[in-house]
């Protein structure tokens, strides 16, 4: 283990360390709770628009999900290697990328981890005023009531946040489960041989552009990595943890897309703005609009991507002010809670605070390229970790190069075609954390005399 901010100035603060309390299906639940959110309900139209048949829609899901393998593979390696709370920040930093490490962090906090909070919490509040006539301020404060709840869940026991969060993420993938086994009897089977999409690409060309359009449906299965070091028997847990995620994910969404390409024809699907919703009101016995089977679904799952940000993204900066690259009392551990109470109350505050900033949905869209460049340097640090002296990883993935080398190429393509539609947005975001972040990180360096 690195011995970076062996000389961090401890005197008035007790470094605690996390204890291991959250199980298998803790961590399967962290990991699902942040994957399967609000974007798979526009993502289906995206892929069915991408792929131009409903056949192709269901295999670019199927393969979709086979090609994420390798990225959760890279993850358990790395988690096993350094079983500890941090995830990414961990890896950049044993890699010998201190610099790397602390602009990870500097980039979560201040761009990507609360202004996620701002934006689910503020999600699931509008779908509450679908059924309320409320004002916007009105809908700004049930956000930040939500925020506020789900910070006392996480703050006052880990154990106890990982069984609510278990029980909240089997509860967010229930509508799921019960529109594919209602759906699943109802089916219209001419749909699934319906001519292609006037104008769409047909053979490998639609298939590769239905399995580009699917993969910001699998992004954040390695979010329990930041909680590695509150995980039990981490050598076991995470890699099963991990592929369990995946395998989970991809049963999902094939059989979600298998139901709504039978229950939707192709052009209706692809052009639809609730597609999960607009296939529920196909089916017999259904009653109401598809705005509202849109709104009480994404309500049940945004919660449960919601409270998963709170519990796992106060950890990197737990972290970082452990080796003395961020403000020493986010290293505080509560004596009796026995949880980051610092870290997770100053990102609920900061969370709350741009509840009520403009734009906040168009802010984070500028650091999109950033965090997707935090996720392919993340796996490419198995090139540089695997020949350092002392790499001992508890499981190792099968396939090793091979593996990191297809996880970055899945993701590469995220980053291409971000660039595609935003490059002016992405070039001034990475400018400005840079330009931030270097000062920055020698202020912390300087300030705690850190190595």
């Known amino acids: 283990m690195s011995k970076v901010g062996e000389n961090l ?3 008035s603060v007790q470094h605690k360390e996390l204890g291991r309390k959250l199980g298998l299906w803790a961590a399967v639940a962290i ?13 289906i139209q995206e892929v069915a628009a991408a792929s131009g048949t409903a056949l192709i829609t269901i295999l670019a899901f199927l393969v979709g999900g086979f090609i994420n393998i390798p990225a959760n593979m890279v993850y358990a390696e790395l988690a096993t290697a350094y079983p500890e709370d941090g995830g990414q920040y961990v890896y950049f930093r044993e890699a010998g990328f201190k610099g790397l490490a602390f602009w ?13 909070i701002s934006i689910m919490a503020l999600a699931i509040a509008n779908y ?28 006052r026991s880990v154990e106890g946040g990982g069984k609510f969060q278990t029980f909240i993420t089997f509860f967010k993938i229930l509508p799921f489960v019960l529109l594919i ?40 299965m390695g979010a329990v990595c930041y909680m590695t070091g509150e995980i039990k028997e981490p050598k076991r847990t995470m890699p099963r943890a991990l592929i369990i995620t995946v395998l989970i994910v991809t049963l999902i969404y094939v059989l979600l897309s298998f139901v709504v390409t039978g229950l939707l024809p192709i052009d209706k699907l692809a052009g639809s703005d609730s597609p999960i919703a607009d296939a529920a009101t196909m089916l017999p016995g259904i009653g109401g609009s598809a705005g509202t089977i849109t709104a009480i679904m994404a309500i049940i799952v945004i919660i449960g991507s919601l409270s998963s940000c709170i519990m796992f993204q106060p950890r990197i900066e737990y972290a970082m002010a452990k080796d003395g690259l961020w ?7 509560h004596p009796k809670f026995e949880t980051p109470y610092i870290s997770i109350i100053i990102q609920c505050s900061y969370a709350i605070i741009l509840i009520f900033a403009t734009d906040l949905a168009n802010l984070l869209g500028y650091f999109t390229l950033v965090a997707l460049m935090k996720n392919f340097l993340t796996f490419s640090m198995i090139f540089f970790l695997r020949r350092k002296n002392g ?24 980053i291409a075609s971000t660039f595609l539609w935003a490059p002016v947005a992405g070039l001034i975001a990475a400018i400005l954390s840079i330009v931030t972040g270097v000062p920055a990180y020698y202020f912390f360096k300087h300030k705690y005399h850190t190595v």
């Open 181 to 220: 086994g209602y759906g699943i009897f109802n089916l219209n089977g001419s749909l699934y041989s319906a001519p292609a999409l006037d104008g769409s690409h047909i053979g490998m060309l639609a298939l590769l552009a239905g399995i580009s359009a699917t993969t910001w449906s699998f992004d954040g």
């Open 9 to 11: 100035k401890t005197d």
């Open 391 to 414: 790499y001992n990883p508890l499981w190792r993935m099968p396939g090793g190069y091979v593996m990191a080398g297809v996880a970055m190429i899945v993701t590469f393509t995220l």
């Open 128 to 155: 509450l005023g679908f059924f309320m006539n409320w004002s916007d301020l009105a809908l700004k404060f049930v956000a930040v009531a939500l925020v506020l709840i789900f910070m006392f869940v996480h703050l």
């Open 31 to 43: 990991s699902l709770g942040t994957t399967i959110g609000s974007g798979i309900f526009s993502s």
């Open 327 to 333: 403000f020493k009392s986010f290293a505080k551990v």
């Open 104 to 116: 990870c962090g500097w980039i979560s906090f201040w761009a990507t981890d609360p202004p996620s």
